[in-house]
């Protein structure tokens, strides 16, 4: 069998899928349509703009449908239609009714940015970053009524960077998960595709991450705070506040130093020095609320900053 004898629907909406659907495109799957999220308004003129995956599909003349909901009767039966034999899922955005897993005969395959079981879940690369790990990769699997609880198929890793952010690391898992599923696609037409159960004991949870999840602690060691820092960046952002001001915190490093947390110990153009917990923070680019993100030495000349001064919740300042 070969990928052109398989006809394929793929699920996907952001960025992230935009290689995974390339990769079946280049293998010369039979793509019969895409199905991603509806177009949203965007930017500061709410324009309404299409997402990446509806782009790709229409610049390849692959059928783009985008309902609103599914699961909804219609959604189902459009689907249906297409008679797929196989759907692969990356980052749609919508969970995948009992009856959508139930059309195609090759099953729902789905592409998920960690090694599972760790990270099941909405946000598994801004978690994986957060709790310090340094390794995570990307994991196919079939889909079940569960979330993120199906057989595995194939596994890639790699290796966290000690500085790397959330949004390199994105980067990185949407090429390696092409990789892998176009490896799950060759072993499906070979007929040497093996799938392996979870174990649940192992599993962890990575769910969507809000702003709030942005607060630091400056109690905390340098070493946690750097982790949250880069594990939200480029969204929802780590933060602090400023005489008052919510002040983004992006491109941090650990470096040595002590005081009370929170404390700016030193400010120069290299950036700021702040004690933590254990340890402290060099800052090297901030954001006020309605500006620009700006390295440090930008920041200082608009607004100097002197030692002593202390970063914490409004109330703190």
Same mark, same amino acid.
């Given at each position: ?5 398989? #006809? ?70 459009? =689907?249906?239609? !297409?008679?797929? %034999?196989?759907? &692969? &899922?990356?980052?749609?955005? +919508? ?5 959508? =897993? ?8 789905? &592409?998920? @940015? ?5 990270? #099941? ?25 569960? !979330?993120?609880?199906?057989?595995? !198929? ?17 980067? #990185? ?5 092409? +990789? ?14 093996? #799938? ?9 949870? @990575? ?30 952002? @780590?933060?602090?506040?400023? %005489?008052?001001? !919510? ?13 009370? /947390? ?32 700006? /390295? ?14 202390? =970063?914490?919740?409004?109330? %703190?300042?």
């Amino acid at each position: 069998m070969q990928p052109a004898d398989i #006809r394929t629907v793929f699920m996907g909406t952001p960025d992230f899928a935009c290689p995974s659907l390339q990769g079946l495109i280049d293998a010369g799957c039979n793509l019969v349509g895409v199905f991603t999220q509806p177009d949203r308004p965007s930017g500061r003129g709410r324009k309404l703009t299409p997402p990446p995956v509806k782009v790709l599909a229409e610049q390849a003349g692959i059928p783009v449908f985008q309902p609103e909901r599914l699961r909804r009767p219609e959604a189902v039966e459009q =689907l249906s239609q !297409l008679a797929p %034999d196989l759907v &692969v &899922v990356v980052a749609y955005g +919508q969970i995948l009714p009992k009856p959508v =897993l139930d059309i195609p005969r090759f099953g729902c395959i789905n &592409v998920h @940015a960690s090694l599972l079981p760790k990270y #099941r879940g909405a946000a598994p690369i801004n978690k994986a970053i957060v709790d310090g790990e340094t390794e995570t990769g990307v994991t196919t699997m079939y889909m079940d009524e569960g !979330l993120d609880t199906g057989d595995m !198929l194939v596994k890639m890793s790699l290796e966290i960077g000690p500085d790397e952010t959330a949004g390199q690391l994105h980067d #990185r898992l949407a090429l390696l998960g092409r +990789q892998a599923m176009n490896e799950t696609l060759k072993r499906l037409c070979a007929g040497t595709l093996e #799938r392996t159960p979870q174990n649940d004991d192992e599993s962890s949870y @990575a769910p969507m991450m809000k702003k709030e999840d942005g607060a630091i602690d400056w109690s905390l060691g340098a070493e946690r705070i750097h982790n949250l820092v880069r594990g939200l960046d480029p969204w929802p952002s @780590a933060y602090s506040w400023l %005489d008052g001001q !919510l002040l983004k915190i992006y491109g941090t490093r650990v470096v040595e130093g002590a005081g009370v /947390p929170g404390t700016l110990i030193a400010a120069g153009t290299e950036g700021l020095t702040v004690a933590c917990g254990e340890g402290a923070l060099l800052i090297r680019e901030l954001q006020l609320a309605g500006k620009r993100r700006m /390295p440090v030495a930008d920041f200082l000349r608009g607004q100097p900053l002197a030692p002593g001064l202390k =970063l914490g919740q409004p109330e %703190d300042a």
